[in-house]
């Protein structure tokens, strides 16, 4: 199998800068050096403000198709989020980390308004949740989220650090969503299930590392506030996903 359409029309939507600068991934993708908790957890706050305050704040906005998109691709960033501070060391004891998985999954997959918005609900109770309650499956990177809407989120997150790399009026949130994508460069490199063989694995393996490593540095720019570092950075950037869709989008 091949990846799906939806991928490859990113191709399409990302900026043809994909000239590789013969940096090479730092091998195994570490969670420990892409985020702190507290970096997990102010970015999945900053997904539920955004859900919250553009997507999920009129009904009839989720019968618009682009913007019900949007609003599955943020909760599958929450999942993969949740994902990764389950498996962070010191993580907030009163964040409900499974618990929050399972209400981004809940946004990714509504069929209606108000499945999304009580999905978000209990992402915003589960930031704060002084008991733990319920019983929620552990799940391994490659069980989680859905790899198009991951992807989709992607995009949408390179779009929006298009508008501010030259010129950040947050640098800490603009880091939060590039570190983001580094998150979710761990669920696509457990989708091996796109590659044929062992040389084909280890490609796939290869282009989720490097855009791992690429955006991890953006974040990092973005944080530090080095405008030229981070604008260079984001220019580089899409050579791995470019790389990656043309050697396994459909054909």
């Not at 009904?59 to 989020?81: M, S």
């Not at 990714?108 to 978000?120: H, N, R, V």
């Not at 733990?132 to 991951?150: A, R």
């Amino acid at each position: 199998m091949r990846l799906h359409h939806t991928l490859k029309s990113l191709c399409v939507l990302v900026p043809l800068l994909f000239l590789f600068s013969g940096a090479a991934p730092e091998g195994k993708m570490s969670l420990e050096k892409t985020a702190t908790p507290q970096q997990l957890v102010n970015a999945i706050r900053r997904h539920a403000d955004t859900l919250s305050e553009e997507y999920l704040n009129d009904p009839k906005r989720f019968e618009d198709n682009l913007i019900r998109d949007k609003i599955t691709a943020k909760g599958g960033a929450i999942e993969a989020l949740a994902q990764a501070l389950e498996q962070a060391k010191n993580a907030p004891a009163e964040v409900h980390a499974l618990a929050i998985r399972s209400a981004g999954h809940q946004i990714a997959t509504a069929e209606t308004f108000q499945q999304a918005e009580d999905g978000l609900k209990n992402v915003i109770a589960n930031l704060s949740a002084q008991q733990k309650t319920g019983n929620f499956q552990e799940l391994t990177w490659g069980e989680v989220g859905d790899l198009p809407n991951q992807m989709e989120e992607i995009n949408y997150l390179y779009q929006g650090l298009r508008r501010t790399v030259r010129r950040s009026r947050d640098p800490e949130a603009d880091a939060l969503d590039a570190m983001t994508v580094a998150i979710l460069a761990f669920p696509t490199e457990a989708n091996e299930n796109y590659a044929f063989d062992d040389a084909e694995i280890a490609e796939w393996k290869k282009y989720s590392r490097q855009m791992h490593d690429d955006f991890l540095a953006i974040a990092k720019a973005m944080r530090e506030e080095d405008t030229d570092k981070a604008r260079e950075l984001y220019k580089n950037a899409p050579r791995s996903c470019a790389a990656c869709h043309d050697k396994f989008r459909e054909e």
